[in-house]
Structures are given as C-alpha cells and as structure tokens.
C-alpha cells in the first residue's frame, strides 16, 4: 500500500521578499567574507531576463572595513 506523507512545500507567496530574505541569509554566513557583495536576482522565465531586486543588493552591499 501507499504510504501517504504530508510534505510543506514550502513555499512563498512574495518572491522579492523572499530574495531579499535569502541575501540576508547568506550575507551573514560566516563563511562568506565580508568584501564580497552579494546580489539578488529574479529569472523570468518566459522573457529569459533577469531583475536585479534593489533592497537585496542593498542588504547584500559589500563593507571595505
């Protein structure tokens, strides 16, 4: 018989928040060193373009100290 699991997905209902959340998630890993920026991006896919998200770039601006 089938076992039939529950599964949460996962899932976001604001992808520009969501982006900006991921910047934050990896801008403050320690393994990521502080002069490097990190950027955020959405892909459309039926145009095949990308969207840079401003307050991701934002959060993920690089510090030169």
Not at 1 to 15: A, E
């Amino acid at each position: 018989f089938p076992v039939t699991i529950w599964l949460d997905w996962l899932t976001f209902t604001d992808d520009e928040k969501a982006v900006v959340e991921d910047v934050k998630r990896i801008r403050n890993h320690p393994l990521v060193p502080k002069s490097i920026p990190v950027y955020g991006y959405l892909y459309d896919v039926r145009t095949g373009k990308l969207k840079e998200i401003a307050e991701a770039t934002a959060v993920g601006r690089a510090n030169s100290g």
